[in-house]
């Protein structure tokens, strides 16, 4: 079985400064990681996706994300915040059955 | 592309009462899966179908079923609705391969009273 921890369910940070969101995961299979993000009163739209072909992984809207397998960490980042980037985010994995475990979320609020 | 559309956006029911949730997938995609998104325990996967079979289903009551029709379409029933079924349900949508990126509806939130 999987599952997914996402450390912090509130972060804030300033306009202009890095982004971290955490994510831990656990995998009985080599797994397939994923990072939505959720704006208020919308479905979830993907971020990026990991699937073994390589340890960073560029997504949209500037972000990134690195699997380490040693940390089983999959940590959402982006040098610079914007006002825009304001939302919930969620960390996920895939197992052979194909149904997506999410972590709790991470609310990210963005400061003037 | 059209995206993952889900109708209706709103619904209220009263307790005991049966409700019908519709999702059509994007053009191409052949699975289509179910999740509940509440505030106290998140995002749950309800069930997967593909090609008009139910390949996966979590760990919710029987009160909960869908079905998918031969265009990929799919609708889940509620039955006997509860306070705590109060919730967004979202759809998502793939090709239907293990890494394949799962597309998400808007969602219905559903609202029992």
């Known amino acids: 079985a999987q599952s997914v921890t996402q450390l912090g369910s509130h972060v804030s940070v300033s306009e202009g400064a890095l982004v971290l969101l955490r994510c831990n995961y656990s995998?009985?299979?080599?797994?397939?990681l994923f990072w939505y993000v959720q704006y208020p009163n919308q479905g979830l739209q993907l971020l990026l996706k990991y699937t073994s072909a390589a340890t960073l992984v560029k997504g949209i809207n500037g972000f990134e994300a690195e699997f380490k397998k040693s940390e089983t960490s999959f940590h959402l980042t982006k040098p610079s915040a914007h006002m825009r980037d304001a939302a919930e985010y969620f960390c996920a994995v895939s197992d052979l059955g194909r149904a997506l475990t999410f972590g709790s979320g991470t609310r990210l609020q963005v400061q003037p | 592309k059209a995206g993952v559309t889900q109708t209706p956006r709103y619904l209220i029911k009263t307790r005991g009462q049966q409700v019908t949730l519709s999702c059509s997938p994007i053009?191409?995609?052949?699975?289509v899966s179910w999740y509940q998104q509440t505030p106290g325990q998140g995002l749950q996967f309800l069930f997967e179908?593909?090609?008009?079979?139910?390949?996966n289903k979590g760990n919710f009551p029987g009160r909960f079923s869908g079905r998918q029709f031969s265009n990929s379409r799919s609708e889940m029933n509620v039955s006997t609705l509860e306070l705590g079924d109060s919730a967004l349900y979202l759809c998502a949508s793939s090709l239907g391969a293990v890494q394949e990126t799962q597309y998400f509806g808007p969602g219905t939130r559903l609202l029992v009273l």
């Open positions: 053009s191409g995609h052949r699975s």
């Open positions: 995998s009985s299979v080599p797994p397939y």
């Open positions: 179908y593909f090609s008009e079979t139910q390949r």
